[in-house]
């Protein structure tokens, strides 16, 4: 049988010195080497993956997974099937190919249309298919901000005709999907209300709706941005007791007041239309004219008085008179104001304002006059029947001290936390480091116990014989004498074998005589 090399006998005597614990901190060791080699190995080799398109439209992300697989290119889905991934040295050439396909075809909803348009189109169809080119330009454009993920406008245009009295106004209705975490602030949705009825003729912003993927209404037709009576409502009441809580927080300290505001807004909303008219002093009339009658002479009876028959009684005789009348017919100038208000729903009615003081930290104050800071900061108005009330009342301090140890509570959950995350990375750390140095002891081990061999010479081999054969007369070294030693065969086969046994007895028979002759014959080998 052919002999173990002496390094892996050499490692296996090792191996087999090591107590339990050394050889189970050197398995785990090894272990942890190989694994993390795999795994570097498996990622390193694996290809990474890029998006090819992403929120597609199931019939679109279906026609580039056929393409994809009648091309040979891996891919992978994500986002639910919306997005299409390939290896990074295919997503060019796949877009290029997709494009050269049309697809994907959600993307052919703008102006676009109207290319595939004929000459025989009907009227009704220009229309229609203009309208749609349109809200797809808008819908593009409103996915392409920040935050917006997919976005839809639907647009609601009137037609325009001479036959009715009344102008319907155009609308919008717009829903959008933002990306996952992020919510649209008022300044968006204010961009998107007014970038909207831009670019529709005739369309105002209080007619756009807007919608978000969680049904939240973010603007709605005939009242914006600011929501319905109740919304306002609750908005007015946040501003005010924030603006009473900060002033209140500054002068009897943080936690010593609290503050609750009560506003009563109108739901109605109306259109009003006044006309006023005012005559201008000193204004010459636009037109006057006068007419001027005069009689006077004698004849016709008179009609007397009425008699028990209501028949007149003749007085018998004729009498004369005059008949003076003038008519003055006049057109001033008026000066005439014509208002149309629109009146929208909201409106302040009244409101009512009350504080809490705590008693142990408004000893000092005067209530008065923190009564009025509070009502004009508030801005009562007792004429509109706002009404204020000012108490100074103890506080309950159970809660807070609760609430204290409950924050205690947490920041020392928190801290534990954090120092069993710090403990399980020092620990793997530790271990990462134990196996490296493991790995590095023993490679330093097995180097430095390696024997390195060199050939021996017959006529070395001769000297370290008669070095080591006593002397006849030397009794002392009989026992050496009799040591059999195996004289080699110049030619036979085992001759480094028979070489090797022979410099083992030796250094058995006299270990000190033969490691000084070793020393003399290195010292002889020594370069000058």
């Known amino acids: 049988m052919a002999r173990v090399p002496a390094p892996l006998a050499k490692l296996g005597d090792t191996l087999r010195g090591f107590t339990v614990g050394q050889r189970t901190v050197a398995l785990i060791g090894v272990a942890v080497l190989i694994l993390g080699g795999i795994t570097l190995a498996t990622f390193v080799s694996q290809p990474r993956y890029s998006p090819l398109f992403s929120g597609l439209q199931p019939a679109d992300a279906s026609t580039i997974v056929e393409q994809l697989r009648a091309d040979g290119v891996p891919y992978e889905l994500a986002a639910g099937g919306t997005a299409v991934l390939v290896p990074e040295e295919h997503v060019y050439d796949a877009r290029l190919k997709a494009a050269a396909a049309g697809l994907p075809t959600a993307g052919q909803s703008g102006y676009s249309l109207l290319d595939d348009m004929g000459v025989t189109s009907s009227e009704f169809q220009q229309t229609v298919t203009y309208k749609r080119a349109l809200e797809g330009e808008l819908a593009s454009t409103i996915s392409a901000l920040d935050g917006v993920k997919t976005a839809s ?5 009137p037609e325009e005709t001479v036959f009715v009295d009344a102008v319907t106004e155009p609308t919008a209705s717009i829903f959008v999907e933002t990306t996952p975490g992020i919510a649209l602030g008022n300044d968006q949705v204010q961009a998107v209300v007014h970038l909207t009825s831009a670019a529709v003729d005739g369309m105002k912003p209080e007619n756009v709706a807007v919608v978000d993927a969680s049904g939240n209404l973010l603007s709605a037709v005939g009242i914006g941005i600011a929501g319905g009576a109740d919304q306002q409502s609750s908005d007015y009441e946040q501003r005010v007791a924030a603006s009473v809580q900060g002033m209140l927080d500054r002068v009897v300290g943080r936690g010593n007041a609290t503050v609750a505001v009560a506003a009563d807004m109108s739901l109605e909303s109306a259109e009003r239309v006044e006309e006023s008219f005012e005559n201008p002093a000193g204004a010459p009339a636009l037109q006057e004219s006068t007419k001027t009658e005069e009689y006077q002479g004698t004849g016709g009876g008179s009609a007397g008085v009425l008699g028990p028959d209501n028949i007149a009684v003749p007085d018998g005789g004729q009498g004369e008179g005059t008949f003076n009348s003038e008519t003055t017919d006049r057109s001033n100038a008026v000066n005439k104001v014509t208002e149309n208000r629109s009146i929208p729903s909201g409106t302040l009615n009244r409101q009512s304002v009350s504080v809490a003081l705590n008693q142990d930290a408004a000893g000092g104050f005067n209530v008065e006059q923190l009564t009025e800071m509070i009502g004009t900061a508030a801005g009562v108005n007792a004429e509109r029947g ?13 809660d807070a001290a609760a609430a204290q140890e409950a924050l205690a509570a947490a920041a020392a959950a928190e801290e534990a936390a954090r120092a069993a995350d710090l403990l399980r990375t020092l620990v793997i750390a530790g271990v990462a480091v134990l196996a490296l140095v493991i790995a590095a002891v023993l490679f330093l081990y097995l180097r430095r ?4 061999r060199e050939p021996v010479d017959l006529g070395e081999l001769q000297e370290f014989r008669s ?62």
């Not at 406008?153 to 245009?157: G, P, R, Y």
């Not at 706002?386 to 159970?398: E, H, Q, Y």
């Not at 026992?479 to 001759?495: F, R, T, W, Y």
């Open 386 to 398: 706002d009404s204020i009330s000012v108490a100074v009342v103890p506080f309950n301090a159970a």
């Open 153 to 157: 406008v639907k647009l609601a245009i």
């Open 467 to 528: 070095a080591l054969e006593p002397a006849p007369e030397a009794p002392a070294t009989a026992a050496i004498a009799s040591v059999p030693v195996a004289v080699p065969m110049l030619g036979a086969e085992s001759d480094s074998d028979r070489l090797r046994a022979d410099l083992d007895a030796m250094a058995a028979s006299d270990p000190a005589k033969m490691a000084e002759h070793l020393r003399s014959v290195m010292d002889d080998r020594a370069p000058v």
């Open 449 to 452: 116990n390696r024997q390195n």
